[in-house]
């Protein structure tokens, strides 16, 4: 069983630009969440999608926003970064009805 | 809106002691209660899980938590922890109202350290 994968695992971007991160589900898993976890707190939900579309939102502006992908894949894309951006952008994957989640690694963000 | 709160940022504590990691909730609905755990520069990993049944719930290493509705607690206790426990924790909540958005909440973690 392939668990959650994220990539890239690392990265450095400047303030203003866009970026896209990407999450692979693990096997089976037809839901995935993002979230942010700002240095020193716990992890805030960002969005989760669901057959592809939308299906619950924290407090993130628009500039955040996500696909998914017809094989559970999904991207979380971010434009006009901030400083404040800077952050571990989570992904997490589990099935539709059930509660867990299950995370990724991770993907390091440093806005400059 | 549901809410978490983990008392304690940091505790410290010798290798074989116990421990007691203290998490409360606050929800008008019934919820799924989790801990789970983070090492350094990793993601998290699920430790534990209350979704229904039982109210004591224990992991494969030794930990275990229980749910207790009437306090809205969900504490995580070791009886002899080792040098490896060394992690962040985090208890989280979500929603158990049977749609199919269930996002987790997060407390702010408990950073537990075991000292030899």
């Known amino acids: 069983e392939t668990g959650v994968t994220q990539s890239p695992t690392h990265l450095i971007k400047t303030r203003g630009q866009q970026v896209t991160l990407r999450c692979s589900s693990q096997s089976g898993h037809n839901t995935v969440s993002w979230y942010q976890q700002a240095l020193g707190q716990g992890p805030q939900f960002i969005f989760q999608?669901?057959?592809?579309?939308?299906?619950g939102r924290g407090n993130f502006p628009p500039r955040f926003s996500g696909l998914q992908f017809p094989n559970y894949s999904s991207e979380l894309n971010v434009n006009a970064l901030e400083l404040d951006d800077s952050a571990l952008y989570l992904c997490?994957?589990?099935?539709?009805?059930?509660?867990?989640?299950?995370f990724g690694p991770g993907t390091r963000l440093t806005v400059t | 809106a549901q809410s978490v709160t983990q008392l304690d940022s940091q505790v410290p504590v010798f290798e074989e002691a116990p421990v007691e990691l203290r998490c409360n909730y606050s929800?008008?609905?019934?919820?799924?209660l989790f801990w789970y755990v983070q090492y350094p520069n990793q993601g998290l990993q699920l430790l534990l899980k209350y979704l229904s049944g039982s109210t004591l719930v224990k992991s494969i290493n030794g930990f275990e938590a229980e749910f207790n509705k009437s306090q809205t607690s969900f504490h995580l206790r070791k009886p002899s922890v080792h040098i490896s426990d060394t992690a962040e924790y985090f208890c989280?909540?979500?929603?158990?109202?049977?749609?199919?958005?269930?996002?987790?909440?997060f407390g702010k973690g408990t950073l537990l350290t075991v000292n030899p």
């Open positions: 929800s008008s609905v019934s919820v799924y």
């Open positions: 997490a994957s589990s099935l539709v009805g059930v509660g867990e989640q299950y």
């Open positions: 989280a909540v979500s929603l158990n109202s049977g749609g199919s958005n269930y996002k987790l909440t």
């Open positions: 999608y669901y057959r592809e579309e939308e299906n």
